[in-house]
């Protein structure tokens, strides 16, 4: 394995490149304040290691814009042999011209089979979501997709444009999607799971915390959830919405019919709760027909 874990390093990156021929590249600088022009250096690098599969790329906690999120898409355009890549510009400066851009070169990746994509804490917005949309291809060899958009001020509108998006990947059998504190209500949500109705998604977490979600929204989530027939691990976290604790006996309920999940984990921060209604809980959904593993925390 390749590791970039400074500036200095990423000017060396060519005599590295033909000393090592590795296939595993890590670009590990995080905390540095990078700028875009930092960000130019890293996309120049990429130009020697154009034969690598796996490319983990962490950058959280700096400073890169649209423009440096242009150059580092301009590098990964001459990856073409990449099977994995995992990208983290959480809490930077990436707006929607820069998610626009960052698709335009993972597009050309054709070989993906995982991508982890996170840009927790920019500033995405519904106008991101929408260029996300409208600028994704189709990635056929796609099987596993994380998508970490949490804290982007995105809204129903946003969530409505990912359940298009969610329906290009019809290849994929793992989804993790991340929004955490957003302002998503039950009009999002009810798009996005309707959307994974028709795939062969067999893994699914979904992280809705902090949103706008009521009643009305969680119960249309399970029937949703009921419709995918091909899902057998499910991960929700729901903590922090506009429901009342009634509503977590009804989700209980309606998930009860959801015979062809195996393994369920539920985030609700148990801890604010009375045991004897996590018991309640717990009876309940251990009468899911095929379940054998059951998680609430």
């Known amino acids: 394995m390749t590791v970039i874990d400074n ?27 990078l700028e875009d022009k ?49 990208i983290n510009l959480c809490y930077n400066a990436i707006c929607a011209d820069g998610l626009k851009a960052l698709i335009k070169g993972i597009q050309n990746c054709k070989n993906l089979r995982q991508l982890t994509l996170n840009l927790n804490g920019n500033n995405i917005r519904d106008e991101g979501i929408i260029q996300f949309y409208e600028r994704l291809g189709t990635f056929d060899n796609l099987s596993k997709l994380s998508l970490h958009l949490s804290q982007n001020k995105i809204t129903d509108v946003g969530a409505q444009y990912l359940a298009k998006a969610f329906c290009k990947f019809q290849s994929i059998s793992e989804l993790k999607i991340h929004l955490f504190s957003n302002r998503i209500g039950q009009e999002g949500l009810d798009c996005m799971v309707k959307s994974l109705k028709n795939t ?29 027939k091909y899902l057998r691990n499910l991960h929700i976290e729901i903590n922090r919405n506009n429901f009342e604790e009634n ?7 309606g998930l009860k019919y959801c015979t062809q999940i195996m393994t369920l984990k539920i985030n609700i921060l148990s801890q604010n709760y009375d045991d ?3 018991d309640q809980l717990i009876k309940t959904l251990k009468k899911m027909k095929r379940l054998v593993s059951l998680c609430i925390v």
């Open 276 to 278: 004897e209604i996590i």
């Open 7 to 33: 500036t200095e390093s990423l000017q060396n990156s060519q005599l590295l490149a033909q000393q090592q021929h590795d296939e595993f590249l890590k670009i590990e600088i995080v905390h540095q304040q």
């Open 247 to 253: 509503t977590l006996f009804k989700l209980a309920q």
């Open 200 to 228: 062969s998604i067999k893994d699914l977490r979904i992280d809705i915390r902090q949103n706008e979600i009521d009643e009305t929204g969680m119960i249309n989530l399970v029937k949703d959830i009921k419709n995918c």
């Open 38 to 86: 930092d960000a130019q250096k890293i996309g120049q690098s990429l130009h020697n290691f154009c034969d690598i599969q796996y490319l983990k790329m962490d950058l959280h906690h700096n400073k890169i814009g649209p423009q440096g999120a242009c150059e580092i898409a301009n590098g990964l355009q001459r990856c073409f042999n990449l099977e994995v890549l995992v």
